[in-house]
DNA sequence: TTGTAAGCGTTATCAC
DNA sequence: GTGATAACGCTTACAA
């Protein structure tokens, strides 16, 4: 490991002070030095290869050039490409991530955000916020710089990036209108984040506006993204004895619970009943049947954060305005959605034979 | 944002002086503190919510608890739950991890590494080693501590937790041949890569060794680990006209590929050709078929990966001595694996109608 | 056992 | 324009 070349061994090279070398090497403060001196020293650091020392830096400027991520669970597929898009849009500007997975809790994610602070990091991408969330109320009393991304607290003070999930909900029930679904039901998920709240309130709004069944039965709510919830909401659904022909899931995950559960109530997806998920995520088009979804632009939502966050932490403290912005969204259709089969319907199905009716079969598998 | 509470006001609050405070909080230096006095400084700091400083920490000992991850791409989603072993395990003992992507390019991969040297990294998970790598021969010169995951460089003296890639593909032959299958295609991977090259000479022991035909039309070399490889090779497999009932591939990506390319022929897995992958990444059981596969702790080599480092680091560089960990692994026998049908095979389908006989089909649709 | 002081590599505030 | 100097917060000989 050989020494490390630091300013003096530059400014002795050139024969000038150490801070004549450093007002060189700072584009903000070269005009100080004469153009002459200025190159000579740009030349011989380059030579040199001098590379300054962060910790130094930091120690000096109080600034890290570090910022950290906080995410539920890195494992689940929607977030590594929000992490890619973080990393490359931070990597652009000199900037490094600091990971880290809360799984959900609120006590460890506390604990996360006191480490990273105390590591200095410059900022924070927060992809694990609630609606109302304790710990964004406290990096804002403590003037840290933060934006959300995929979900949003509810205050306007707070820098997001998220997705049009209005427009997203819109496309998926006007979709699935278009096939002649009229009575859709819906896993909702949870309510505490703004994804599940805000596609739920589309879904609602939505369905009034064109004119389908608005049944209060066909809602159902997750108190989870995952598959065993769309297991049980949807076993919930089948139990209730409302008719229904399609269900319009808050997440990828929750649709894939919503088939299993189908499949084990001897229904077929999406001959008896359409699904649609939610995100997009990978492998979704290798699934039996694959699955019509809305697609989000996850790279982008990460790399739009990280420029915000760069922004906020470059900017005086004082001119800090909270952006928001609003990704649009797609609708991708795939084989989970077809027109309802006249004769069939997830309360009362005929068919094939090999299926049992709802009342038969009142518990779950 | 607060003040932050130094060593400086710790010792005024207690009526110290610094360095006594420093060596009162350093479980190595304790001793030298008179008890009582130690114990005053240790409730100050307590009291104070003292942090360190990192920066100034690093500055002063050239280390800064930091490592630096590098992995091919965190989208591919079996480096997901090494990553998390590997940040778990660091926060265990105070280190964080600093994550970069290479995309696979050797160019961008020596650019990531020397980015995070610069930064100050005390040392370096890779995941995205080749069996000759220069990236590793360089570290190695310049004495950086360093550990491989998943894969390893065929140099004894680079620590590195790999799986049991031998007895993976035993597992999966033994499997077949339990069955019934005498003639198996391998798709193997890259041989670059210590993975490719190990089940591939795995598959051709075992093979041997279990007395199945030993074909060598019957192995296509795969150029990535990926979906659109695994479609080729199959392509290539079948156009062969080598009959075989099933395919061992070298990962699971191949294997879904492997898949749909036999679809796309009318073929149908498992009915007439069986596929197992490796790895057992996420969703593999909502595939259709669900895919037969080896599971490895991939959780399990990022955290062990992690502990060797830090060992490695805190150790001193003359004592440092690589060590090599090789995890068990687990086959999980799924729907993409079943007893040959004896009136059928690859190369010459016959059965329900809707399949092509291979000559029928020479090109991949 | 504790205090003193130097120094890690930078940047910022002075003088000159 | 450039150089000297202090300071960031910490660790660690060395002195007391």
Redesign the interface.
Known sequence: ??KRVTLKDVAQAVGVHVSTVSRALDPKTRHLITPEIADRILKASERLDY?P????Y??KTKR?R?IGVIVP???N?I???I??GV??AL?DQGY??????TDGKAGREAAIAD?LL???VDGLVLASVERHDRLVERLLA???PIVTVNRRVEREDIASVVHDDRDGMRRVLAHLADLGHTRIANIAGPQSFSTGRERYEAFESVRAALGLDPDRRLVVFASGFNEDEGERCTAELLDGGVPFTAIVCSNDRLA?GAI?ALRQRGLACPDDVSVTGYNDM??LD???PPLTTIRIEQYQAGAMAAELLVEMIEEAPEHRKPRHIVLPVELVVRGSTAPPSPARNAARPKGRGRKAAVSENPAAG
């Not at 020392?53 to 130094?56: G, K, P, Q, R």
């Not at 490094?96 to 997975?101: R, Y």
């Open positions: 490991m050989r590379r020392n962060a910790a130094a930091s120690l890290t570090t669970d890195i494992t597929p977030f590594p490409p992490i890619r990393e490359d990597a490094f991530a600091i990971l880290a997975n480490t105390w590591r200095g403590e003037a840290i894939i299993a990978p492998m290798r699934l039996f």
